[in-house]
């Protein structure tokens, strides 16, 4: 393979990463657009439950928050709400298999799920 050639996969990969990427951020505008609350760090109410504090979170954190001893345990869970749609989440790997932005999902889905699914609360 040349050197162009090798160039050119190359920048086409990094192409695909970037457009990975803003596909992320706008589905994150879409998101704010949704929820008129986040535009504004003065909207933001003053006392709020714990899942409205974090919106989104990774896969270790949401392990954590239902006593999974590892991350490994919830991402089946996970993987499986997104499939069926009952999960928004936001980065992670694209359409090009790059790796892209860190995946993380809505909480409160993640909560509603959870429950729907194994009648677990977050602890």
């Known amino acids: 393979m ?7 996969l190359c920048l086409k990969r990094a192409l695909d990463a970037q457009a990975d990427t803003i596909k992320t951020l706008s589905q994150a505008l879409d998101e704010l657009a949704r929820n008129p609350d986040l535009e504004s760090p003065e909207k933001a109410p003053t006392h709020s439950s714990d899942a409205d504090e974090v919106k989104y979170a990774r896969a270790s954190t949401l392990a954590k928050r239902f006593n999974f001893k590892t991350e490994q345990g919830i991402i089946p869970i996970l993987q499986r709400g997104v499939k069926e749609g009952a999960i928004k ?4 790997p694209g359409n090009s298999k ?3 932005a860190i995946t993380t999902f809505l909480v409160s889905d993640v909560d509603a799920y ?7 609360q977050k602890s």
Not at 2 to 8: E, P, R, V
Not at 114 to 120: N, P, Q, S
């Open 98 to 100: 790059n790796r892209g």
């Open 2 to 8: 040349g050197n162009y050639t090798k160039t050119m």
């Open 89 to 92: 989440k936001l980065g992670g």
């Open 114 to 120: 959870m429950e729907k699914i194994r009648g677990i």
